[in-house]
T-cell receptor, first 112, second 111 residues
Framework: EAQVTQNPRYLITVTGKKLTVTCSQN?????MSWYRQDPGLGLRQIYY???????DKGDVPEGYKVSRKEKRNFPLILESPSPNQTSLYFC???????????FGQGTRLTVV | GQNIDQPTEMTATEGAIVQINCTYQ??????LFWYQQHAGEAPTFLSY????GLEEKGRFSSFLSRSKGYSYLLLKELQMKDSASYLC????????????FGPGTRLSVLP
């Protein structure tokens, strides 16, 4: 089954404790991206990657890092989480040959 | 810059027709998308327009006018399960790699 898988689905952590949210897709998509979704603000892009070892900042990259060492994986790293990074996070993948983006199930992160 | 506007909330009755509008201002336009999102769940793809005109998929239709920077999503024969947020998104960039999302329209379908 074609899918984008994020882990964990829910996470509560403390300020300053490094964390990684994983994202994996099995569709051989070139393009992957991370979004955060906050009430009233919609989905905002954090980082995106056009292919292995090619990443770039989106609209709200501060406080986040990403890596793309393999085509299928695109982890989101918060080196020192802060409460303003409490949000619902989505990973998405797409291909130049298909118009739409496929989304993971979401990760609800709370930083206290 | 990028700017996508949609109404924040709409209410309609079961069995009725509702039109959700979206206006946008972006650079490097490479397609307009509509996604449905139920609360706390992932967005799911509904429709896609890259050329002007109407695209129909069952109960859902989407229209695009590139010259006006305008699109709408038309939902017919509304069902209770259509209560969700509807996200308008523009794909842009030289390789069409960036999706810029509007704030979403929360639709409530009443019996």
């Amino acid at each position: 089954e074609a899918q984008v898988t994020q882990n964990p689905r829910y996470l509560i952590t403390v300020t300053g404790k490094k964390l990684t949210v994983t994202c994996s897709q099995n569709m051989n998509h070139e393009y992957m991206s991370w979004y955060r979704q906050d009430p009233g603000l919609g989905l905002r892009q954090i980082y995106y990657s056009m292919n292995v070892e090619v990443t770039d900042k989106g609209d709200v990259p501060e406080g986040y890092k990403v890596s793309r060492k393999e085509k299928r994986n695109f982890p989101l790293i918060l080196e020192s989480p802060s409460p303003n990074q409490t949000s619902l996070y989505f990973c998405a993948s797409s291909s130049l040959g298909q118009p739409e983006a496929f989304f993971g199930q979401g990760t609800r992160l709370t930083v206290v | 810059g990028q700017n996508i506007d949609q109404p924040t909330e709409m209410t309609a009755t079961e069995g009725a027709i509702v039109q959700i509008n979206c206006t946008y201002q972006t650079s490097g336009f490479n397609g307009l998308f509509w996604y449905q999102q139920h609360a706390g769940e992932a967005p799911t793809f509904l429709s896609y327009n890259v050329l002007d005109g109407l695209e129909e998929k069952g109960r859902f239709s989407s229209f695009l006018s590139r010259s006006k920077g305008y699109s709408y999503l038309l939902l017919k024969e509304l069902q209770m399960k259509d209560s969700a947020s509807y996200l308008c998104a523009v794909r842009e960039g030289n390789y069409g790699q960036n999706f810029v999302f509007g704030p979403g329209t929360r639709l409530s379908v009443l019996p």
